[in-house]
């Protein structure tokens, strides 16, 4: 039954082109680039994951934002939370919105999910009624957590054999960690990202968002793709473990290859490059503006258009390799120079270089940004307790699938009794009693 819902197979889909992708923004206003009108989009034929059901144990940041990209391509998924809890997420403010309570926060995380409260230490033949109808779960505890309620992967693999069972953990089942809890920040300190991240003679910075959560929920949500995929040939579910510390190491790319390869311990560089220059954030009249030139011609360029001909003929800086051995005299000559314009008058005097260059926006001005509002990223959705919510939309468009955000996230325990009567046939008696007994909300 589940490997029927699953097909990677074409279907008749109309093309969604990045016109397409933004055509719901058209009527364009001045705040955040939300169109009038709400998206009022159905899961259909062109959702690549129409017909998966994802079971979602998971809250804060990696397990929720998996799985919301996960539902995005048109997966059903139900948030299974804790009674008059929640996610812990839904905390986390202020913001809050003004009439749920929830936490702005929640809302970058879990659009287009069902949420459904159950005690899953009393629910537990819920639990196992739910798995059977699912293809998909995904949950985040602390290692071992789930087996105390014989929801661990060698329990319910024999209640439903096909399961894709992915665990998302701070630093995977096996190791002398195994039993710690995960945080982004603890990771991202243990896995090296904060000792290279700051100004060179600063303290370690973390990044302004939980950069190691994200990246882990985006493999999750790569290696249940993949899982899938390989289900329709070997008709076998199998568990999948992602963990933080592991995926922040994969981060390190080049800094890592550098000491496993050359003995070369990292460093702090702020915002400029270990092995190009220049590249990195110039002060600017009224902000910050980052350029870069990554080859010797680019780099002459960038020279020419800022009336210093000279300086790439100068044997200091003829090459990269010259110009990263004299790094401090050629960006206090370039940083005096961009100091004495606007941000936004270098960049017309830029327009069409050859080299990158770009100003470090507020959000406020990311969001107010034309290509931001030409893309229509944000979207806009109905809340039942709050008229609307705005999102940014999926970055990934595709020529002949949909993905996109349908639903505002679920208030807690929204979908409780349509979930537990459509999806296990349960009568609105037993629900209620149920409820009576505190095992739902």
Known sequence: MWLQRFRFTSVAAARQSLRSFAAASDNNNNNNNVSD?????????????????????????????????????????????????????????????????????????NRNKQSVCIDIKRGRKIMHEL?????????????????????????????????IYCTISGYGAVGPYAKRPGYDVIASSMGGLL??????????????????????????????????????????????????????????????????????????????????????????????????????AQFVELCQRLKIEEVPQNDKFKTNRDRVKNRDELVNLLAKILAQ???????????????????????????EDEHIQAIGLVKKLPHSRDQSVKVVGPPVVYSEARNDARTAPPMLGEHTDEMLNKLLGYEADKIAELREQGIIQ
């Open 37 to 109: 009108h709400f998206e009022t989009v159905s899961v259909d034929d062109r959702h690549p994951l129409k017909g998966i059901r994802i079971l979602d144990l998971t809250r804060i940041v990696a397990g929720p934002y998996c799985t919301m990209v996960l539902a995005d391509l048109g997966a059903e998924v139900i948030k299974v939370e804790r009674p008059h809890f929640g996610d812990e997420a839904r905390k986390w403010g202020p913001p809050f919105l003004e009439h749920s309570g929830d936490a702005t926060y929640f809302l970058s995380s």
């Open 131 to 163: 798995i059977k109808q699912s293809d998909v779960l995904v949950e985040n505890y602390v290692p071992g957590t789930l087996d105390r309620y014989d929801l661990g992967y060698e329990q319910v693999r024999h209640v439903n054999p096909k399961l």
């Open 195 to 296: 000792h290279i991240t700051g100004e060179q003679e600063g303290p370690p910075s973390k990044v302004g968002v939980a950069v190691t959560d994200i990246a882990t929920g985006l493999y999750a949500h790569g290696a249940i793709l993949a899982a899938l995929l390989q289900r329709q040939r070997t008709q076998r579910g199998q568990k999948i473990d992602v963990n933080l510390l592991s995926t922040c190491c994969s981060l390190l790319i080049n800094v890592a290859s550098n000491y496993l390869n050359a003995g070369t311990e990292a460093k702090r560089w702020g915002t400029a490059h270990s092995s190009i220059v220049p590249y990195q954030s110039f002060k600017t009249v009224d902000g910050y503006l980052t350029v870069g030139a990554g080859s010797d």
């Open 341 to 367: 314009n606007t941000s936004k008058n270098w960049m017309n005097l830029f327009e069409g270089a050859s080299f990158v260059v770009g100003p470090v926006n507020s959000i406020r001005e990311v969001f």
